[in-house]
């Protein structure tokens, strides 16, 4: 029978989230105890800076379920799906997205975004950095339309649902489906970790390369031309999970903003030009030009300055639709270049709601204010609202299922404190026992849930914990 990853998600929370596999195996049957971490032996990368974070933070919290989260939720990443090597006698870092035993380019950068402010402090979180950076500059070189990767470069996928896949399948890919986000993540990293350390070791020759080769798959996909050496057939009964007309996507006007097949959930677009991603991309690329400026990399700066300044001005122009409801311009989640478009948001980020976030506006840009406004309303057809909770999911997990992704996302760029202290009662209420984050609960029964182990999601809420110490420690003062 095929499996493929949704069936696979549905089955783990058929059980209650408990066949969470590898390190995060008896984590579950130990949330009744004061944490839910690997014991310390089992933690498979250890940091005197975050534990010295966790002790800090915790120490504002004054809600003992939140405070307990934060415990387990926040070091997950390191505590199990780290996996260091080193290649040519340089660090290497494999980071798994957790129950799935492959490397995100996307994934695996927000995994480990929560540790950057701590990487002067501690010699061997740098060495993680590096190592990620390396791996990713790799993994990319490889193939730049890939989304996943695989830990031995020279495997083929095991992804039971990538198999039979129409597209071009080279050793070391986990999974192709092409992604713009894929490629702005791994800009956003190094030079957030650049600026956090002032460690320029890792943008080597091989980095550059990498760089070169992102920036050459963007202009690619901005399909001027011609279609570009992309396509993607899956044979699925899932209209999500592939692309129509031949593996190409739907038609569009060329217009100068780059083609993205899927959304950061993995799933389908419908119309090519995914309006969250592109802006996303105008800002990594500007950080790419940074970076690039500050270690002499002056051709690779201009390129990256260049193509952001054409897909800012083709997204301003093309980006955007008129709300019928309100009257009012709004960005739209997708549109085709020829006057067509939709309003949604996905809980995924880049998202709508998370623009402000990824530094791609400004967090008081009223067209921004206005955008993520409707995308927590009914005016978004994946916004729920039930008796356990609200917020916004998306196709992948399905109706009725919201994703504390999108709460802590909500609460990250508020500066409400009501609104701040719903999102925080709202993920105390989720995790269903287990003290994790996961990725998608049922409205009105967070014991109905996807994926016990996803890292990324814990991080994230460790990130707001952290956040919320630093700009509102009195309402982490508050208790239950």
């Known amino acids: 029978m095929k499996i493929d990853r949704r069936r696979m998600m549905a089955g783990a929370a058929a059980l209650g989230g408990m066949a969470a596999l590898g390190p995060m195996r008896a984590l579950a049957a130990q949330a009744a105890t004061a944490t839910a971490r690997p014991e310390p032996a089992d933690r498979l990368f250890a940091s005197p800076a975050v534990e010295r974070e966790i002790a800090r933070v915790s120490a504002l919290i004054a809600d003992a379920d939140l405070r307990r989260l934060f415990v387990n939720c926040y070091p997950n990443t390191l505590d199990t799906t780290v996996h260091l090597s080193s290649v040519e006698g340089r660090p290497d870092a494999f980071v798994i997205t957790g129950d799935i035993d492959c490397m995100w380019l996307r994934d695996s950068s927000a995994q480990l975004n929560p540790y950057l402010h701590l990487v002067r402090e501690d010699e061997a979180l740098r060495g993680l950095f590096r190592g990620l950076i390396a791996r990713q500059a790799r993994s990319i070189l490889i193939d730049p339309y890939a989304n996943a990767f695989m830990r031995d470069p020279s495997a083929s996928t095991n992804l039971p649902w990538a198999l039979a896949d129409d597209t071009e399948m080279k050793p070391g890919v986990a999974e192709r489906k092409w992604e713009v986000d894929s490629l702005c993540y791994p800009m956003r990293l190094a030079h957030d970790y650049w600026k956090a350390s002032g460690d320029t070791a890792p943008f080597d020759a091989l980095w550059a390369e990498a760089a070169w080769a992102s920036i050459r798959t963007f202009r690619e996909q901005q399909r001027k031309d011609d279609p570009g050496p992309y396509r993607f057939l899956r044979r699925d009964k899932l209209a999500t999970e592939t692309q129509i007309l031949g593996g190409y996507g739907a038609p569009t006007r060329k217009v100068g903003m780059i083609h993205s097949m899927y959304r950061p959930s993995d799933d389908a677009c419908v119309f090519p030009f995914l309006v969250p991603s592109n802006l996303f991309a105008v800002a990594a690329l500007r950080k790419l030009a940074a970076l690039a ?109 919201i994703w504390p992704m999108a709460i802590t996302m909500r609460a990250l760029s508020s500066d409400d404190d009501a609104t701040i202290r719903q999102c925080l009662a709202m993920l105390k209420a989720s995790h269903a026992g287990t003290f994790f984050i996961h990725e998608a609960f049922d409205q009105d029964d967070p014991a109905k849930f996807t994926r016990h182990w996803f890292a990324w999601a814990n991080g994230l809420f460790g990130e707001l914990m952290i956040d919320l110490a630093n700009r509102k420690p009195a309402l982490l003062g508050e208790a239950a």
């Open 293 to 401: 400026g500050a270690v002499q990399q002056a051709k690779l700066a201009s390129a990256a300055l260049d193509l952001a300044r054409e897909v800012e001005l083709a997204t301003y122009a093309n980006g955007t639709i008129i709300d019928p409801a309100s009257n009012e311009r709004l960005w739209a989640y997708e549109v085709d270049g020829f006057g067509n478009g939709h309003f949604m948001d996905d809980a995924n980020v880049p998202s709508l709601s998370s623009l402000a976030y990824l530094g791609a506006v400004p967090s008081d840009d009223p067209l921004f204010l206005r955008t993520r406004a409707a995308a927590w309303s009914e005016r978004n057809p994946y916004f729920f609202k039930g008796t356990a909770a609200e917020g916004i999911g998306g196709p992948h997990a399905g109706l009725r299922m």
